[in-house]
Protein backbone atom coordinates (compact mmCIF):
# COMPACT_ATOMS: atom_id res chain seq x y z
CA UNK A 1 0.00 0.00 0.00
CA UNK A 2 2.62 2.64 0.92
CA UNK A 3 4.25 1.98 -2.31
CA UNK A 4 0.73 2.23 -4.46
CA UNK A 5 0.31 5.65 -2.43
CA UNK A 6 3.54 7.40 -3.52
CA UNK A 7 2.38 6.38 -7.22
CA UNK A 8 -0.73 8.15 -6.24
CA UNK A 9 0.77 11.23 -5.33
CA UNK A 10 3.03 11.35 -8.47
CA UNK A 11 -0.27 10.96 -10.37
CA UNK A 12 -2.22 13.41 -8.75
CA UNK A 13 0.83 15.89 -8.97
CA UNK A 14 1.26 15.12 -13.08
CA UNK A 15 -2.34 15.79 -13.33
CA UNK A 16 -1.60 19.24 -11.17
CA UNK A 17 0.83 20.08 -13.69
CA UNK A 18 -1.18 19.75 -16.68
CA UNK A 19 -3.92 22.19 -15.36
CA UNK A 20 -1.44 24.95 -14.97
CA UNK A 21 -0.11 24.48 -18.30
CA UNK A 22 -3.33 24.86 -19.79
CA UNK A 23 -4.69 27.33 -17.41
CA UNK A 24 -4.82 30.75 -19.33
CA UNK A 25 -1.56 32.87 -19.67
CA UNK A 26 -0.72 35.95 -18.70
CA UNK A 27 -0.24 37.62 -22.43
CA UNK A 28 -2.28 36.59 -25.32
CA UNK A 29 0.19 35.97 -28.65
CA UNK A 30 -0.69 38.95 -29.89
CA UNK A 31 0.58 41.09 -26.95
CA UNK A 32 3.57 38.57 -27.22
CA UNK A 33 4.19 40.20 -30.92
CA UNK A 34 3.28 43.71 -30.03
CA UNK A 35 6.21 43.16 -27.32
CA UNK A 36 8.28 41.53 -29.77
CA UNK A 37 7.68 43.92 -32.59
CA UNK A 38 8.26 47.30 -30.10
CA UNK A 39 12.04 45.15 -29.07
CA UNK A 40 12.65 44.96 -32.86
CA UNK A 41 12.23 48.09 -33.60
CA UNK A 42 13.83 49.82 -29.72
CA UNK A 43 17.16 47.75 -31.04
CA UNK A 44 16.48 48.26 -34.94
CA UNK A 45 19.79 49.62 -35.19
CA UNK A 46 22.24 47.32 -33.42
CA UNK A 47 20.21 44.29 -34.85
CA UNK A 48 20.22 45.77 -38.50
CA UNK A 49 24.38 46.05 -37.95
CA UNK A 50 24.84 42.64 -36.65
CA UNK A 51 22.85 41.25 -39.96
CA UNK A 52 24.97 43.11 -41.91
CA UNK A 53 28.04 41.94 -40.10
CA UNK A 54 27.04 38.46 -40.24
CA UNK A 55 25.92 38.70 -44.44
CA UNK A 56 29.66 39.87 -44.98
CA UNK A 57 30.87 37.19 -42.67
CA UNK A 58 29.17 34.56 -44.46
CA UNK A 59 30.32 35.72 -47.97
CA UNK A 60 26.57 36.66 -49.51
CA UNK A 61 25.21 39.11 -51.53
CA UNK A 62 29.18 39.50 -53.45
CA UNK A 63 27.41 40.72 -56.28
CA UNK A 64 26.42 43.90 -54.18
CA UNK A 65 28.56 47.01 -52.34
CA UNK A 66 28.03 47.59 -48.66
CA UNK A 67 26.11 50.45 -49.15
CA UNK A 68 23.23 48.33 -51.54
CA UNK A 69 23.55 45.76 -49.16
CA UNK A 70 23.42 48.37 -45.74
CA UNK A 71 20.03 49.52 -48.31
CA UNK A 72 18.61 46.56 -48.77
CA UNK A 73 19.34 45.09 -45.37
CA UNK A 74 17.44 48.70 -43.94
CA UNK A 75 14.30 47.78 -45.90
CA UNK A 76 13.54 44.09 -45.19
CA UNK A 77 14.07 44.27 -41.88
CA UNK A 78 11.22 46.97 -41.50
CA UNK A 79 9.32 44.61 -44.00
CA UNK A 80 10.05 42.15 -41.24
CA UNK A 81 8.88 43.49 -38.46
CA UNK A 82 5.53 44.82 -40.00
CA UNK A 83 4.85 41.52 -41.06
CA UNK A 84 4.99 40.47 -37.36
CA UNK A 85 3.17 43.43 -36.70
CA UNK A 86 0.33 42.89 -38.81
CA UNK A 87 0.71 39.88 -40.10
CA UNK A 88 0.27 40.72 -43.76
CA UNK A 89 2.46 39.63 -45.88
CA UNK A 90 1.10 41.71 -49.09
CA UNK A 91 3.63 44.62 -48.81
CA UNK A 92 6.80 42.63 -48.49
CA UNK A 93 5.69 40.00 -51.41
CA UNK A 94 5.91 43.17 -53.51
CA UNK A 95 9.17 44.12 -51.73
CA UNK A 96 10.36 40.87 -52.55
CA UNK A 97 9.65 40.96 -55.99
CA UNK A 98 11.20 44.27 -56.87
CA UNK A 99 14.42 43.29 -55.09
CA UNK A 100 14.43 39.93 -57.13
CA UNK A 101 14.19 42.18 -60.20
CA UNK A 102 16.68 44.48 -59.14
CA UNK A 103 19.19 41.68 -58.17
CA UNK A 104 18.86 38.60 -60.26
CA UNK A 105 20.25 40.41 -63.48
CA UNK A 106 23.41 41.21 -61.44
CA UNK A 107 23.96 37.56 -60.39
CA UNK A 108 22.28 36.63 -56.99
CA UNK A 109 21.52 33.32 -56.40
CA UNK A 110 18.77 31.70 -54.47
CA UNK A 111 20.71 30.39 -51.44
CA UNK A 112 21.90 33.93 -51.07
CA UNK A 113 18.65 35.59 -50.82
CA UNK A 114 17.43 32.65 -48.45
CA UNK A 115 20.62 32.48 -46.60
CA UNK A 116 20.07 36.46 -45.72
CA UNK A 117 16.77 36.06 -44.53
CA UNK A 118 17.56 32.26 -42.26
CA UNK A 119 20.24 34.85 -40.75
CA UNK A 120 18.28 37.57 -39.82
CA UNK A 121 16.03 34.64 -38.11
CA UNK A 122 19.01 34.02 -36.04
CA UNK A 123 20.14 37.12 -34.94
CA UNK A 124 16.49 38.18 -33.73
CA UNK A 125 15.85 34.58 -31.56
CA UNK A 126 19.43 35.32 -30.23
CA UNK A 127 18.24 38.66 -29.49
CA UNK A 128 15.23 37.52 -27.84
CA UNK A 129 17.67 34.71 -26.04
CA UNK A 130 19.51 37.68 -24.96
CA UNK A 131 16.42 39.58 -23.34
CA UNK A 132 14.16 36.68 -21.45
CA UNK A 133 17.32 34.41 -20.33
CA UNK A 134 15.81 35.17 -17.01
CA UNK A 135 12.52 33.83 -17.75
CA UNK A 136 12.83 30.74 -19.76
CA UNK A 137 8.90 30.42 -19.60
CA UNK A 138 8.15 34.07 -21.24
CA UNK A 139 11.20 33.38 -23.51
CA UNK A 140 9.43 30.14 -24.84
CA UNK A 141 5.99 31.63 -25.10
CA UNK A 142 7.44 34.22 -27.65
CA UNK A 143 9.38 32.15 -29.13
CA UNK A 144 5.83 29.90 -30.10
CA UNK A 145 4.74 33.45 -31.21
CA UNK A 146 7.62 34.77 -33.56
CA UNK A 147 8.59 30.85 -34.89
CA UNK A 148 5.28 30.64 -37.20
CA UNK A 149 5.25 34.21 -38.44
CA UNK A 150 9.18 34.09 -39.10
CA UNK A 151 8.54 31.09 -41.29
CA UNK A 152 5.83 32.62 -43.20
CA UNK A 153 7.93 35.51 -43.77
CA UNK A 154 11.22 32.84 -44.88
CA UNK A 155 8.77 31.57 -47.33
CA UNK A 156 7.36 34.43 -48.63
CA UNK A 157 10.60 36.02 -49.69
CA UNK A 158 12.20 32.68 -51.06
CA UNK A 159 8.95 31.99 -52.93
CA UNK A 160 8.84 35.45 -54.50
CA UNK A 161 12.51 35.47 -55.33
CA UNK A 162 12.43 31.75 -57.03
CA UNK A 163 9.39 32.91 -58.75
CA UNK A 164 11.12 36.08 -60.28
CA UNK A 165 13.95 33.94 -61.54
CA UNK A 166 11.09 31.54 -63.27
CA UNK A 167 10.48 34.54 -65.23
CA UNK A 168 13.69 35.90 -66.01
CA UNK A 169 14.74 32.16 -66.89
CA UNK A 170 11.86 32.18 -69.60
CA UNK A 171 12.28 35.33 -70.74
CA UNK A 172 15.73 34.49 -71.54
CA UNK A 173 14.89 30.99 -73.13
CA UNK A 174 11.89 32.92 -75.36
CA UNK A 175 14.79 35.41 -76.28
CA UNK A 176 17.61 32.50 -77.70
CA UNK A 177 14.81 30.91 -79.09
CA UNK A 178 13.40 34.21 -81.09
CA UNK A 179 17.13 34.98 -82.22
CA UNK A 180 17.77 31.11 -83.11
CA UNK A 181 15.27 31.16 -85.09
CA UNK A 182 15.27 34.40 -86.88
CA UNK A 183 12.23 35.16 -89.93
CA UNK A 184 13.84 37.19 -92.55
CA UNK A 185 12.87 39.52 -95.10
CA UNK A 186 15.19 39.46 -97.91
CA UNK A 187 12.91 41.18 -101.12
CA UNK A 188 9.45 42.70 -100.56
CA UNK A 189 6.66 39.91 -100.14
CA UNK A 190 9.72 37.50 -99.47
CA UNK A 191 10.42 36.01 -96.28
CA UNK A 192 13.52 33.66 -95.54
CA UNK A 193 13.42 31.33 -92.19
CA UNK A 194 16.76 29.37 -91.68
CA UNK A 195 16.76 26.98 -89.06
CA UNK A 196 19.73 25.47 -87.20
CA UNK A 197 19.94 23.25 -84.69
CA UNK A 198 17.47 20.36 -82.40
CA UNK A 199 14.06 21.45 -83.30
CA UNK A 200 11.66 20.04 -80.45
CA UNK A 201 7.92 20.31 -79.90
CA UNK A 202 8.42 23.40 -77.75
CA UNK A 203 10.58 25.32 -80.32
CA UNK A 204 8.63 23.82 -83.42
CA UNK A 205 5.37 25.76 -82.08
CA UNK A 206 7.13 28.74 -81.71
CA UNK A 207 8.68 28.54 -84.75
CA UNK A 208 5.58 28.57 -86.64
CA UNK A 209 3.77 31.40 -84.50
CA UNK A 210 6.90 33.89 -85.50
CA UNK A 211 6.68 32.91 -88.92
CA UNK A 212 2.63 33.65 -89.23
CA UNK A 213 3.27 36.52 -87.66
CA UNK A 214 5.89 37.49 -89.95
CA UNK A 215 3.93 36.84 -93.12
CA UNK A 216 0.96 38.86 -91.61
CA UNK A 217 2.97 41.74 -90.82
CA UNK A 218 5.26 41.49 -94.07
CA UNK A 219 2.52 40.41 -96.47
CA UNK A 220 4.11 37.83 -97.60
CA UNK A 221 3.88 35.78 -100.89
CA UNK A 222 6.84 33.15 -100.54
CA UNK A 223 8.81 31.57 -97.64
CA UNK A 224 11.64 30.06 -97.89
CA UNK A 225 12.33 27.58 -94.84
CA UNK A 226 15.88 26.13 -94.92
CA UNK A 227 16.74 23.23 -93.21
CA UNK A 228 20.05 22.49 -94.11
CA UNK A 229 21.45 23.43 -90.14
CA UNK A 230 18.67 20.61 -88.88
CA UNK A 231 20.17 17.16 -88.41
CA UNK A 232 17.32 14.69 -87.80
CA UNK A 233 13.42 15.32 -87.02
CA UNK A 234 11.41 13.06 -85.36
CA UNK A 235 8.14 11.65 -86.27
CA UNK A 236 5.96 14.81 -84.07
CA UNK A 237 8.26 18.02 -85.47
CA UNK A 238 7.83 16.53 -89.07
CA UNK A 239 4.19 16.50 -89.10
CA UNK A 240 4.53 20.29 -87.08
CA UNK A 241 6.37 21.34 -90.46
CA UNK A 242 3.57 20.39 -92.50
CA UNK A 243 1.03 22.03 -90.79
CA UNK A 244 3.43 25.26 -90.56
CA UNK A 245 3.34 24.70 -94.67
CA UNK A 246 -0.47 24.00 -95.04
CA UNK A 247 -0.79 27.15 -92.50
CA UNK A 248 1.48 29.21 -94.16
CA UNK A 249 -0.90 28.41 -97.36
CA UNK A 250 -3.96 29.73 -95.90
CA UNK A 251 -2.40 32.96 -94.96
CA UNK A 252 -2.02 33.03 -99.06
CA UNK A 253 1.82 32.57 -98.73
CA UNK A 254 3.53 30.07 -100.75
CA UNK A 255 6.49 27.85 -98.64
CA UNK A 256 9.82 26.58 -100.23
CA UNK A 257 11.49 24.02 -98.40
CA UNK A 258 15.46 23.71 -98.80
CA UNK A 259 18.09 21.94 -97.50
CA UNK A 260 15.95 18.92 -96.80
CA UNK A 261 18.65 15.56 -95.76
CA UNK A 262 17.92 11.73 -97.01
CA UNK A 263 17.26 10.82 -93.15
CA UNK A 264 14.87 14.24 -92.90
CA UNK A 265 12.93 13.11 -96.11
CA UNK A 266 12.48 9.53 -95.39
CA UNK A 267 10.77 10.64 -92.10
CA UNK A 268 8.35 12.97 -93.75
CA UNK A 269 7.94 9.93 -96.10
CA UNK A 270 7.46 7.43 -93.08
CA UNK A 271 4.23 9.54 -91.65
CA UNK A 272 2.84 9.63 -94.99
CA UNK A 273 3.54 13.63 -96.65
CA UNK A 274 3.08 12.90 -100.29
CA UNK A 275 6.86 15.05 -100.81
CA UNK A 276 5.36 15.87 -104.58
CA UNK A 277 2.90 18.15 -102.73
CA UNK A 278 5.43 20.25 -100.78
CA UNK A 279 7.35 22.32 -102.76
CA UNK A 280 11.20 21.63 -101.97
CA UNK A 281 14.30 22.54 -103.63
CA UNK A 282 18.03 21.07 -102.96
CA UNK A 283 19.82 24.28 -101.56
CA UNK A 284 18.82 27.91 -100.39
CA UNK A 285 20.46 29.40 -102.91
CA UNK A 286 18.04 27.48 -105.45
CA UNK A 287 15.35 28.60 -103.36
CA UNK A 288 15.64 32.12 -103.28
CA UNK A 289 15.73 31.89 -107.42
CA UNK A 290 12.76 29.80 -107.58
CA UNK A 291 11.10 32.20 -104.93
CA UNK A 292 11.77 35.21 -106.81
CA UNK A 293 10.64 33.58 -110.30
CA UNK A 294 7.26 33.16 -108.19
CA UNK A 295 7.33 37.00 -107.29
CA UNK A 296 7.93 37.90 -110.67
CA UNK A 297 11.68 38.99 -110.53
CA UNK A 298 14.32 38.36 -113.11
CA UNK A 299 16.92 35.84 -111.63
CA UNK A 300 20.46 36.83 -113.44
CA UNK A 301 22.57 33.78 -113.04
CA UNK A 302 26.46 35.19 -112.44
Known amino acids: MPGRERTMSKEALLHRSRIVAELPRGESQSELLREL ?5 QNRTLLREE ?3 RIGEAHLLGAM ?3 EIFQEATSVYDSYVAVLETGNVDDLTAYARNLSERIIPRGVETNEVVGIVLLLRDVLARSLFAKYQSDFEKLNRVLDAYEPAANRIANTVAVGF ?16 ELSTPVLQ ?10 IGVIDPQRARQLTEQLLRAIRTNRA ?5 DITGVAAMDVTVA ?9 SRLLGATVIVTGLSPEIAQTLVTIGVDLGKMNTVGDLQGGIEQAERLLGYKVVLS
Open 37 to 41: VGHLR
Open 51 to 53: WVR
Open 65 to 67: SQE
Open 162 to 177: VQERERVIRQQQEAIR
Open 186 to 195: VRERLLILPI
Open 221 to 225: KVVVI
Open 239 to 247: NHLVQTVEA
